[in-house]
């Protein structure tokens, strides 16, 4: 898919511990983003990239943080997970300079 | 919150059937509006878009029809095959700046009967 690798794939985690999520891109695009799904709220943009180390909040950033320190990789923290955030979590690239987004095939995150 | 409110929540229709699935949007400024299509354990893909200067954009059987007077934009898939059966998302995009976010409808489950 288009370079986009998602890690782990599926990981349960207690409450309370920090988490942290990869994104990894081979393609070198600027435009990086975090999404949570969950059932009935569609995506939900949690945190987004426009370059190393330039990163703004999204809609439901609360609890969760993100660094950029190379082109190819994008972390997501959750600083100190509470069940709440059990979802669906997707990373996706902006491809050249419109709107085409590619979605990484996601991770499944359970807090116990 | 600008908003993009998707219906129906889930459709069933019969193989060879028309499936149509609509959208509308508030912020005038919009002038993307593409459709994912995400099957179950993958990531949403790309199925098609259109921006808001045609009425009306046909890639193979999935078709989007844009009303821009209406705020309304919908995809029609003719001849529905079991394996449309899938989630479908519509979204839209625009306003400006450079960080392209889009603004995503809570998406349509459609299954498609053999």
């Known amino acids: 898919d288009a370079g986009i690798t998602q890690s782990p794939r599926h990981k349960v985690t207690e409450t309370g511990t920090p988490v942290t999520l990869r994104c990894h891109q081979t393609e070198n695009h600027r435009y990086m983003y975090w999404y949570r799904q969950d059932p009935g709220h569609g995506l939900r943009l949690i945190h987004y990239?426009?370059?190393?180390?330039?990163?703004d909040k999204g809609e439901v950033s609360d609890g969760y943080s993100v660094s950029r320190s190379k082109t190819e990789d994008f972390l997501l923290t959750l600083e100190s997970a509470t069940s709440s955030q059990t979802s669906v979590y997707f990373c996706?690239?902006?491809?050249?300079?419109?709107?085409?987004?590619?979605f990484g095939s996601g991770t499944r995150l359970t807090v116990v | 919150q600008q908003q993009v409110k998707q219906s129906p929540q889930s459709l069933i229709v019969q193989k060879g059937g028309i499936s149509i699935i609509n959208c509308a949007y508030e912020n005038t400024a919009f002038d993307y509006f593409p459709w994912y299509q995400q099957f179950p354990g993958k990531g949403p893909a790309l199925l098609i878009a259109?921006?808001?200067d045609v009425s009306e954009k046909k890639e193979g059987r999935f078709t989007i029809s844009f009303n821009k007077s209406a705020k309304q934009f919908s995809l029609h898939i003719m001849d529905s095959q079991p394996g449309d059966s899938a989630t479908y998302f519509c979204a839209a995009g625009g306003g400006g700046g450079n960080n392209r976010k889009l603004i995503w409808g809570l998406g349509t489950s459609l299954g498609v009967n053999p």
């Open positions: 259109i921006r808001p």
């Open positions: 996706a690239i902006r491809e050249g300079g419109g709107y085409g987004y590619t």
């Open positions: 990239s426009y370059g190393v180390k330039d990163t």
